[in-house]
């Protein structure tokens, strides 16, 4: 079974950056892609960014384009969220999860099997 494990996450002031890490027990990468996930209070899940196995990068939300990027050290199995420039409304429990289907391929709306717990970034004055 694949395990992920988020980094702790911070409380940031508006404009700041934030580097959120996500460590895989397997190198998952070989078999898929990996996607970070956002949850903030009264909101549904919304999806972030996507790194496929080939590198690609997904950007579902325009609103997060030009402030997040997401990459990978193979060597440690584990994939980055680096925010910049971050605002109020970026207040959010983040995840990251992935499939080992090779019919993910950073797909919108896949229903993916492991996710990490989640950590918490607050953006806040």
């Known amino acids: 079974q694949v395990q992920l494990v988020e980094s702790v996450g911070d409380v940031v002031h508006p404009s700041g950056s934030v580097r959120l890490s996500c460590a895989s027990s397997?190198?998952?990468?070989?078999?898929?892609?990996i996607k970070w996930v956002r949850h903030s209070p009264g909101n549904e899940r919304e999806e972030v960014l996507c790194?496929?196995?080939?590198?690609?990068?997904?950007y579902y939300d325009d609103s997060v384009k030009g402030r997040f990027t997401i990459f990978v050290d193979n060597a440690k199995n584990t994939v980055y969220l680096q925010m910049k420039n971050l605002k109020p409304e970026d207040t959010a429990v983040y995840y990251c999860?992935?499939?080992?289907?090779?019919?993910?391929?950073?797909?919108?709306?896949?229903?993916?099997?492991?996710w990490g717990k989640g950590t918490l970034v607050t953006v806040s004055s």
């Open positions: 999860a992935t499939d080992l289907s090779e019919a993910y391929k950073c797909q919108s709306g896949y229903a993916m099997d492991y």
């Open positions: 397997v190198f998952v990468l070989d078999y898929c892609a």
């Open positions: 790194i496929s196995s080939c590198g690609d990068s997904t």
